[in-house]
């Protein structure tokens, strides 16, 4: 591994240990020239994922532009990063357990949407606008509409 710092090729890994929900290991490294500690992760290579598009284009997946979509859905919302990044590695996973090399991203969405669903409602109801591309603001509102009976469902059944 090369030390970030001065390049120098040779270092001892200091600490080790399972992270990600056991789907990454986080290494402690030392430099063995300059001393400077620096993280690495190792995760399990996948096959390469597919996204095919709502107009059939197919293209690779992104964690970064899932991170953006989500990222813009919490806005100025109490969502920390910590969450964000737990929304990401669960969809991933969830995807990866399909052990398929394509996938729609309306079956993405979908799994946002339930993630942003438990999480938050401004949230939820940001995402949904984009992904379902609401057409008017009628759609919009019974979207918040749908979302409140839900939450007074679910409110009523967890009282009992």
Known sequence: ?????????????????SSKEGQAVRRRRECLKCEKRFT????????????????????????????????????????G???????IDRIENDIQKLSKTEVPATDIGKLVMDELYKLDDVAYVRFASVYRKFKDKGEFVNE???????????QLKTKK
């Open 1 to 17: 591994m090369k030390c970030p710092f001065c390049g120098f090729e040779e270092d001892k890994v200091v600490d080790s240990r």
């Open 40 to 79: 690495t992760y190792e995760y399990v290579e996948t096959v390469p994922l597919t996204i095919i598009k709502n107009d059939q284009r197919r293209e690779p997946y992104d964690r970064q532009k899932l991170l953006s979509g989500i990222m813009s859905a919490c806005k100025k919302r109490p969502v």
């Open 81 to 87: 990063m910590e969450q964000i990044d737990g929304i």
């Open 144 to 154: 918040v509409k749908e979302l409140d009976a839900r939450t007074t469902v679910h």
